[in-house]
């Protein structure tokens, strides 16, 4: 008896559908040209997967004492020994069919209950035949990257193998589900109406024994009258500024009597204010004011917790418990019978004789070309939205584009809007932690609470990811809105 086998010009075409919203996953495919699979869907549904086809029997030739097996089986793309088939389905010839029915009268069984088929079928030679198949598979997650594969077997009629083929019907069972990109929050910032800017600077002058005249020649007084002109001549030099105003504050070291280093440091204050509009011609009416802040305590205190000096914990609680000011000085020279206090006056008092100056300027507004030379060289001089335009022309995922926003989180570190944008560009990077801790500044910044979900759901806390995200939409956050949906798609996929 001559074999003849399935058709080897079987057009099988399947079409992916992909559900991404909801936890069922399916894949179907339409009617090909003249496919014995008329269609077909597979899908999972919670702990299943369901298979189901339509086949168009009639374009299987069939000998009469023969019979074709057919087998859907799943296949793990990863490790081909990794499979399992769905039941398979018996189509007999008609003599076949006979022999079958007659082992099953006298026996109550036949040679293939063993394969537990879905169903056994006899061809029908002379009308068109379908048959609707359907079965189900417990769910394992190798399925997950898996392929479907339609197995055929020919058996003659003592059962002998008489060949069998497979085909690829789908090559991977369950598309896998692209989820998008969570959506991070960048706030453009307001321009400033004006770009007022101030520095504060220090200058440790020395003054001979209660005096106030400034000497250039008197101990270091050279190198630091020197550092004043050039901090001067850099801000009068720089078209981009305009001063605003000065103010200078004098300070005076705790050793004598209170008022009278008020006004030893307010007449030393003036002598500075002197010395800059002599020297270098600055305007005495922009000098908003001119203060005598007589003894730094603050600074001793400061300077004395820093340092490593025995009985500094007893000079700090005097600093903070004995009123007044006089008082201090008497028991600090008590210590030790006076040997803390001359080291007092040796190394430490001499750092509090200062006079500091603040210098205010508006800066001149800059085009995008002109910020993306500034943010290199004098990025103090940018407003943050100005710093947010350069990074606007920069793709996202650039170094540069980073760098400026974390230049703005640098020089802007009490802004809120710095601080979310630069958190979004550590999202960007994967650098999860640092995001954190940029926004745990700004928690209760709604405009936050969006890139809060985002890294809370990066670092696997989903609950704490969809409480932000539903905090922010409830305050009309779009974003907010998409990355939820996106959380349900991830939580979907992981079930």
Known sequence: MSTKRLNNKIILAFFLLCTVYGKHLMAQSPIADIPIVKQSQISK??????????????????????????????????????????????VNGPVRDKVMKRQETLTSQNDIDDLKPVGIIRKDRRTPQTYMYHANLPYKSWMKDASLVLITENRGCADCDLGSESKILLARVFQEIIIPPFQLTYIEPAPEPVKARSERHTASLSFQLDRYNLLRDYQNNAVEMDKVEKIIKEIQSNEDLTVTELSIEGFASPEGGFEYNRNLSGNRANSFADFLVTRYQVNRGQMKKISGMGEDWNG????????????????????????????????????????????????????????????????RDFSVDEAKIMIKNN?????????????????????????????????????????????ATELESGNFTEALKLLEKVKEDSRAWNNLGVVHAKMGDMKTAKDCFERAI??????????ESILEQIEANQE
């Open 45 to 90: 549904e919670g702990n299943l997967v369901s298979f189901d086809m339509e086949l168009n029997l009639h374009l299987i030739e069939i000998g009469k004492n023969e019979m074709v097996i057919i087998t859907p089986l799943l296949q793990s793309n990863k490790d081909s020994v990794i499979n399992e088939s769905f039941p398979p389905l018996v």
């Open 474 to 483: 409830t305050r009309g956050d779009t974003l907010a809105k998409i990355n």
């Open 379 to 423: 990025p103090e001089l940018l407003s943050l939205n100005e710093m947010y335009l350069v990074a606007a022309t920069y793709p996202k995922e650039s170094k540069e584009f980073k760098e400026v926003f974390d230049i703005a989180a640098r020089l802007y570190s009490d802004d809120p809007i710095a601080a979310i944008n630069s958190a």
């Open 300 to 363: 001793l205190r400061k300077i004395v917790e820093s340092s490593s000096l025995a009985y500094k914990n007893e000079i700090i609680q005097i600093i903070d418990s004995v009123f007044p000011p006089d008082a201090r000085d008497v028991r600090l020279r008590k210590i030790s019978g006076g040997e803390v206090y001359q080291q007092l006056l040796k190394e430490f008092y001499p750092q509090l004789r200062r006079t500091d100056y603040i210098i205010g300027y508006n800066v």
